[in-house]
């Protein structure tokens, strides 16, 4: 210290805190001193900047100092709301976090780290409510594949403002950028949480997919009359062996029967061609988009088929239609969109 070593009692707090600093610092130790204010660390480094050496019996007496003030803490706590929400991560609701997280200004350091997560159907709405400006700001920090897929899914007319507007975003500052950022995750904090992550008419169209047909058709028929916005999006949902023909690829359907017991596809197959027009036409869809070999093998033990029993043959077409459905989930075989098929 300024040459030579001053007297123990004479030691100023700051000195004493620069002497455990170094010593932490040469023993090894992770000092994190970022959570000081800009004036403490200001105050720190010069301190340590005036000072020289320190000798052994010094030392000690600040380190034990420094220890008994440690031993004499039975706990501490985070200091600030910003700290208290990091040790609560998790472990409250992300929507009591936003809410205090607002309340108390702060916000989140990388705010575009988030919005790199969402999905494309969550964020384009918020694009669509901004200005093309900001729209063309957020483009701009997402992968190059990302903001492809999500000018895909716009109208052109606005997808073309939106690429015009991208020149003008060379001018756009750091600090606004960090500010479109911080409004945006704003906006998805906003959104309370849902019960469910599927839309109405997904999860009813679940539940019919796995339905008796009569019970399906009767209910779709009720909806047309109370809700006939709905049960179009409940018909959409739906899949099954019934819209095998319009929805489902001929060139797939090797895959399918590869996927499937083939005592199960025989009997789907049966049953379905004695029922109704449209589940022959999707039994006879199948056989003839199958090689000619697997179709006539197909066709003899379909003839040698006794009655098969209601029950027993809905669960088969409807373990077809499952089938299917899971191999599009998994991305093997791609299915029409029902405004694609053929009238």
Not at 78 to 87: E, K, N, T, V, Y
Not at 292 to 305: P, V
Request: charged share 25%; with cysteine.
């Amino acid at each position: 210290m300024n040459g030579n070593s001053p007297a123990r009692q004479s030691l100023s707090l700051r000195q004493k805190a620069a002497i455990i600093v170094r010593y932490l610092l040469n023993e090894g130790a992770d000092v994190e001193l970022a959570a000081l204010s800009d004036e403490l660390q200001a105050e720190l480094t010069r301190q340590m900047g005036h000072m020289c050496h320190v000798d052994r019996e010094t030392l000690a007496q600040v380190v034990g100092e420094f220890a008994q003030e440690l031993e004499g803490i039975g706990l501490s706590f985070p200091r600030g709301i910003a700290a208290a929400l990091s040790d609560l991560d998790g472990r409250i609701s992300a929507q009591a976090a936003a809410h205090l997280r607002r309340s108390a200004g702060i916000h989140q350091d990388d705010p575009w780290s988030r919005i790199k997560g969402i999905d494309n159907d969550t964020l384009l709405p918020l694009i669509n409510a901004e200005s093309t400006e900001v729209g063309a700001v957020i483009l701009s920090k997402l992968d190059v594949a990302r903001a492809a897929n999500l000018l895909a899914m716009m109208p052109g007319a606005q997808a073309r403002r939106i690429t015009c507007a991208m020149s003008r975003t060379s001018a756009v500052t750091p600090d606004a950028v960090l500010r479109i950022g911080q409004s945006i995750v704003a906006q998805i904090d906003d959104v309370p949480p849902r019960a469910f992550s599927s839309p109405p008419a997904d999860r009813l169209g679940a539940i019919l997919n796995l339905s008796p047909s009569a019970t399906r058709d009767e209910l779709l028929s009720g909806l047309d009359d109370d809700d006939a916005e709905f049960a179009r999006n409940v018909r959409a949902a739906i899949f099954t062996f019934a819209s095998i023909p319009a929805r489902l690829g001929a060139r797939d359907v090797p895959i399918l029967a590869r996927e499937l017991d083939q005592g199960r596809l025989v009997t789907a197959l049966s049953f379905a061609s004695a029922a109704d027009a449209n589940a022959a036409e999707a039994a006879e869809f199948i056989l003839n988009a199958l090689p000619g070999r697997m179709a006539n093998t197909l066709r003899e033990e379909m003839d040698e088929t006794g009655t098969i029993r209601p029950d027993v043959g809905e669960e088969a077409m409807n373990t077809v239609a499952a089938t299917i459905r899971d191999l599009a989930t998994q991305g093997q075989i791609e299915l029409l969109d029902v405004d694609d098929t053929p009238t």
